[in-house]
């Protein structure tokens, strides 16, 4: 379950934020210590509003920085003060777990501001809203998959950028959850006796290559070995428990898969800690 790891790593994305937090500090404190005003529309000059919501950012009070920071988009929307607002919006609103309306801020920089060095930011931002959201693979995949269509497309635009570099990262937790759905979904046609919707999921895992390098791919050929073994395909199962024993000779499912030819008479011809070529050399003519 994905879910469980985003804590640590909705900090280690806090360090990358923080960048972009230094580079629209406010330039005078305004307001420090008093009552809130309210916000009513009036004319007020647009430091004072920024530096109030960056002061009400500090303090974690996310609700009442994202009022003063909206303030300064409506009475300035053409000045550079509004553009660092819009920022400092999608900052807010994730913080404060209100990942759809962060998107949509983020979405209203990159129309507004394409071209703009903070652009990375925002696109960057966009992908992480949606891994925050990633569920256990029991739910709908949606945000993983948005997750890394956005986390993907960071990479590929600002290739040797801190945001790369952890989108990169990122992409591999979200390819591991996405291959861990197929699987739980083979899992369950393999209970249902739907041994060949089975083996499509897995196949699916063993067939990707991003899913190749998840945590997943031994279990998809252990599973492989066991299904083709059902319908009584041993030379299938024994290509597959192959493919296991080169690729993952220390796994458990390699030994798992041993033990299960060995039992339906294929006889491997080294056991899991022998030579990690003897199951392929059997596959291999002359």
């Not at 990358?16 to 330039?27: E, G, M």
């Not at 290739?159 to 591999?172: F, H, L």
Request: aromatic share 12%; charged share 20%; net charge neutral.
């Amino acid at each position: 379950m994905l879910r469980s790891s985003l804590p640590a790593s909705k900090i280690r994305t806090g360090l990358v934020l923080s960048a972009v937090a230094l580079s629209v500090l406010a330039v005078s404190a305004c307001n420090r210590g008093g009552a809130r005003p309210r916000l009513a529309y009036e004319e007020r000059p647009v430091e004072a509003l920024y530096n109030t919501g960056y002061t009400r950012l500090q303090a974690r009070r996310w609700a009442d920085a994202i009022d003063y920071f909206q303030e300064v988009e409506r009475q300035h929307p053409y000045s550079e003060w509004s553009r660092r607002a819009i920022l400092m919006q999608i900052y807010a609103y994730y913080q404060d777990d209100h990942y759809q309306e962060a998107i949509a801020a983020a979405d209203r920089f990159i129309a507004l501001f394409p071209g703009n060095p903070s652009a990375p930011y925002a696109f960057y931002m966009k992908a992480i809203c949606n891994f925050e959201q990633i569920t256990d693979v029991g739910r709908d995949q949606g945000y993983a998959q948005a997750a890394l269509d956005g986390l993907r497309d960071v990479a590929r635009r600002y290739p040797g950028t801190s945001y790369a570099i952890d989108a990169t990262v990122k992409i591999d937790m979200v390819n591991d959850q996405l291959a861990g759905k197929e699987m739980a979904i083979g899992r369950y046609y393999q209970r249902a006796n739907q041994p060949l919707a089975a083996i499509n999921r897995y196949k699916t895992v063993i067939d990707n290559q991003s899913f190749q390098r998840t945590s997943h791919a031994p279990e998809a050929l252990y599973r492989l070995v066991e299904v083709n073994l059902q319908l009584g395909l041993k030379d299938e199962a024994m290509r597959n428990g192959s493919v296991l024993g080169f690729n993952y000779p220390g796994s458990p499912w390699y030994a798992e898969a041993y033990a299960l030819l060995s039992e339906e008479g294929a006889r491997p011809d080294a056991a899991p800690t022998g030579p990690r070529e003897s199951w392929l050399r059997r596959l291999i003519p002359g």
